[in-house]
């Protein structure tokens, strides 16, 4: 019998999907009633009062809901994305080229909300990995990226969670991730600093050891506006 998603007995489900669901990265739509929503505007309302906003003006009258919309919205990312994975074979025919060939994509632009203090924040993201046996479809890197960061996280766990998607997927010889962001709640609270970036990386097999590919990943990167 199929399961919840409309999907075949787990024997017959793609590699892919089943990697997915693993991540818990596959297609989940979140069950938000409309008594869920009237109940949770009602909540937001009677905290942004508290908080000193008018609710009683044209322009802020539905602010409530607006901002429950948007709390959703920048976490749709627990909804995983249908359209996540395409995954190709590698066009060397198992020759030794593979292990030499890097693919970078980068910058990719995301948003997340800190775990922390629920607070934005927004950056951008560069990608490599060395090709085994399955290539990513060059547009599914960025959706990745959007449907890992589209949650509340911490900076320092996303770079590791997409370097681990990218390594379970492709089963990649190697895998890099370089993450840079401007969190809000370094902005706007505590320490109020402006200007500073938060940078993170992750390294799998081949870049883990070698230290020249390393290298090369970040020249490679540069290019996309990667700071040396």
């Not at 297609?27 to 109940?39: G, V």
């Not at 560069?126 to 890197?141: M, T």
Request: glycine residues 8%.
């Amino acid at each position: 019998m199929p399961d919840s998603n409309g999907l075949a007995p787990t024997q017959s489900r793609p590699r892919e999907h089943l990697i997915l669901e693993e991540l818990s990265l596959t297609r989940a739509p979140r069950d938000l009633s409309r008594a869920d929503i009237e109940r949770y505007t009602g909540n937001i309302a009677e905290i942004l009062q508290a908080l000193g906003l008018d609710l009683d003006t044209p322009g802020t009258r539905d602010t409530p809901r607006r901002f429950l919309s948007a709390l959703i919205e920048a976490t749709d990312g627990y909804e995983g994305d249908p359209k996540l994975v395409t995954a190709f074979p590698t066009e060397c025919g198992g020759g030794s080229d593979c292990d030499l060939a890097q693919i970078v994509e980068g910058p990719i632009e995301f948003s997340a909300l800190c775990e922390h203090h629920a607070l934005p924040f927004v950056g951008r993201a560069w990608l490599g990995y060395i090709a085994h046996e399955q290539i990513l479809g060059i547009s599914k890197l960025t959706r990745l990226v959007r449907v890992i960061t589209r949650r509340f996280a911490v900076q320092e766990r996303l770079a590791q969670s997409i370097a681990d998607a990218i390594e379970s997927l492709t089963q990649a010889h190697g895998v890099a991730v370089y993450l840079e962001a401007d969190h809000m709640c370094v902005r706007i609270r505590g320490v109020r600093e402006h200007g500073s970036l938060t940078r993170t990386t992750a390294y799998r097999g081949g870049y883990e050891r070698d230290p020249s590919l390393r290298a090369e990943f970040r020249e490679l990167a540069t290019h996309g506006g990667v700071a040396p």
